[in-house]
């Protein structure tokens, strides 16, 4: 297992924590325990060898007491006087590998009486009361894991319900969590997650949309099509089936026209992730008009550039972007433009420096837009008037690309006059 | 037949204009709500064709408001949409009939003359009176189930005149039956019509009421069971 078990984790701080503990309480209790045998010895040894003056004191011969065995753990002498260097009273000292607690006492004889115990016994003493203590812990400790870990598993299973009730979702379910019962210290993420689900959702629901409205979009051309060849094939008037025919192929442009808007509509969203490079925007504007001059003039309309110096050329007025998507934009408001003038009226577009970045401006000299329906112009399949063939996606993609870039994209009437005013402004990016 | 048309799309508008016509029919076109409801204020239709994505007020407000003001007019709803929930909001606004786009003009005019004859309370497809049999769907007249050749307008001309067999019809209303806004009418068009059909099915086929129209005798009704 290599994924971080927050089980797992919770079980080892636990259980080590624990551990320390009683740990830490044995030391304790055997540390306390040697010093309190330390004062119990000590206090005997005192006794001891108060008593053995006494006696000592009270019997006429002077008694010529050995040493005992070194090896046994007491040893009780008599001396004539203290070796060099140990005090009266309690001392600790080394013998080779031995060491040992000693009282030295002075008799009214002048004789010493030295009372000595064996360090080891004391420690061991207290080592074994101290593992007396731990004793239990060996008992307990493989419970109270069992113990711990059965009281996270209950802990934790609010945390497991709600992976559950997650893992168990088929792709479609994006209904909230339940909020209510959950614990405070999950509460933050189940109201993260439902806050992803909601916008997951909104983001399918605009998306089926989107594409649910594209299919009814293309009924209607398709509706032309059908409708004009049946009526072609019908027409006994020559004039009649040629006119109709002529109509089945606008309907055919008219359907290739969407498609191609709704593809560049996909190219925006998936071009998100793309990445830019520098963009001589007025080269393309000039590109994108050249290919439109010829319509404007078919229609009896003038086509205008005014491209600014300092918002010309590769250098410093280039952005960095996506060109095929700005020429996507670019064409689509003149298109536009041109769709909404009428004969002998103009269309201009005017490209400055804005800042650090630029500023587009087309211009036409047709009906605008009125106010009212200004704000919905940028939703997808909004028309603002009759269907003349548009889609009613060209704007709503011009927002799209502008977006894209973070620049900004409004909608004006035209200064003195009536007509549309598109103010398309870029960052350099 | 005369029928309203009400499709904001131009070249869709145009197409059903040219094919409902080359079947007979009287189409008139408007690309707004607003211009079919004053459309259907002044003049009587036989039948609506409604597109439902309208700019301005949109086709559902004006069947609701049709509905309302009383006026039974069949009307036929074209739309884009498909689900059940849109055909059912379409007919519960008072659509008498559902197509979606795209559909077959077959199956319009097929599905107008249904609309036309439940209306003018007929049940079989074919309209009779006398010895004359008329079939509004291959737009044939049998006169003693011998076919005989009529031209577009006479046949318009007979199809109203039998459609409202017993009745009197005048020639204001022949007129607004066989011709669309935009047709030339001549001052005595009705008069040639009505001539012509006399001389293919017999004078008695077309009856003159004097100052008033024309008329064509009812079919005898099956006898009631007692």
């Known amino acids: 297992m290599t994924a971080p078990s927050l089980h797992r984790r919770l079980l080892l701080i636990l259980g080590g924590a624990v551990t320390l503990a009683w740990l830490a309480s044995a030391a304790f209790t055997y540390l306390d325990t040697r010093r309190l045998i330390d004062g119990i010895i000590d206090a005997h040894l005192e006794e001891s060898a108060q008593i053995l003056l006494g006696v000592l004191d009270q019997s006429a011969a002077a008694p010529r007491l050995v040493a005992t065995d070194p090896d046994k753990p007491l040893s009780t002498r008599l001396l004539d006087r203290l070796p060099p260097g140990q005090p009266p009273g309690f001392s600790d000292r080394v013998e080779g590998d031995r060491r040992w607690r000693v009282f030295a006492a002075r008799g009214t004889s002048g004789q010493w009486v030295e009372v000595a115990v064996r360090q080891e016994v004391r420690a061991s003493f207290a080592a074994r009361v101290a593992t007396h203590v731990l004793h239990p812990l060996w008992l307990a400790l493989p419970l109270l894991t069992v113990l711990i870990w059965g009281a996270l598993r209950w802990g934790l299973a609010p945390l497991d319900r709600i992976a559950a009730l997650v893992s168990n979702r088929g792709s479609t379910d994006l209904d909230p969590l339940p909020e209510a019962g959950t614990p405070r210290e999950i509460r933050p993420l189940v109201t993260a997650l439902n806050a992803l689900f909601a916008r997951i959702a909104a983001v399918r629901e605009r998306d089926r949309r989107f594409a649910a409205d594209a299919a009814h979009e293309l009924r209607t051309p398709l509706a032309v099509i059908r409708t004009n060849a049946e009526v072609a094939l019908g027409a006994r008037d020559p004039q009649e089936r040629r006119e109709a025919l002529d109509d089945v192929l606008s309907g055919a442009d008219r359907a290739t026209h969407l498609v191609g808007q709704l593809l560049a509509l996909a190219r925006i969203d998936g071009a998100a992730l793309g990445s830019r490079s520098p963009v001589d925007l007025a080269a393309l504007l000039r590109s994108e008009a050249g290919r439109l001059a010829g319509r404007a003039a078919a229609q009896g309309i003038v086509l205008r550039l005014d491209i600014a110096p300092d918002a010309d050329g590769a250098g410093a007025a280039a952005l960095s972007g996506h060109a095929e998507l700005l020429a996507v934009l670019l064409r689509n408001l003149l298109d536009n433009a041109l769709k909404h003038t009428p004969a002998g009226g103009m269309v201009t577009a005017v490209l400055a420096r804005d800042g650090a970045g630029l500023r587009l401006v087309v211009e036409d000299t047709g009906p605008g837009i009125p106010a009212r329906v200004r704000g919905r112009v940028r939703d997808r399949f909004f028309r603002a008037g009759p269907s003349g063939g548009g889609a009613g996606l060209g704007l709503s993609i011009v927002d799209a690309i502008v977006d894209l870039h973070g620049g900004a994209f409004e909608l004006a009437d035209r200064p003195g006059g009536p007509g549309l005013q598109a103010i398309v402004t870029l960052p350099r990016g | ?226």
């Open chain 2, 1 to 226: 037949m005369r029928l309203l048309l009400v499709e904001d799309d131009r070249l869709l508008g145009r197409g059903l204009r040219t094919g409902l016509s080359q079947r007979g029919f009287a189409v008139d076109w408007t690309e707004t709500a607003e211009d079919a409801e004053a459309a259907l204020e002044t003049t009587a239709y036989d039948a609506v064709v409604l597109d439902l994505g309208l700019p301005g007020m949109d086709g559902l407000t004006l069947l609701r408001r049709r509905r309302a003001a009383r006026d039974a007019t069949p009307i036929l709803v074209l739309t884009a949409r498909d689900t059940v929930d849109d055909r059912v909001a379409g007919l519960d606004a008072g659509g008498d009939d559902y197509l979606v786009k795209p559909f077959a003009l077959a199956e319009l005019q097929a599905r107008l003359r249904a609309l036309v004859r439940r209306r003018a309370g007929e049940a079989a497809p074919t309209l009779r009176s006398g010895r004359i049999e008329l079939d509004p769907a291959a737009r044939t007249v049998r006169l003693d189930g011998a076919p005989v050749a009529l031209s577009g307008r006479e046949f318009s001309v007979l199809h109203d005149l039998m459609l409202h067999a017993g009745r009197i019809v005048s020639r204001g209303q022949l007129e607004d039956a066989v011709y669309g806004w935009g047709d030339e009418v001549g001052s005595n068009a009705i008069e040639v019509h009505v001539h012509n059909l006399r001389r293919k099915l017999g004078t008695d086929a077309v009856q003159t009421v004097r100052g008033s129209g024309y008329l064509v005798p009812a079919a005898p009704k099956a006898p009631v069971a007692p």
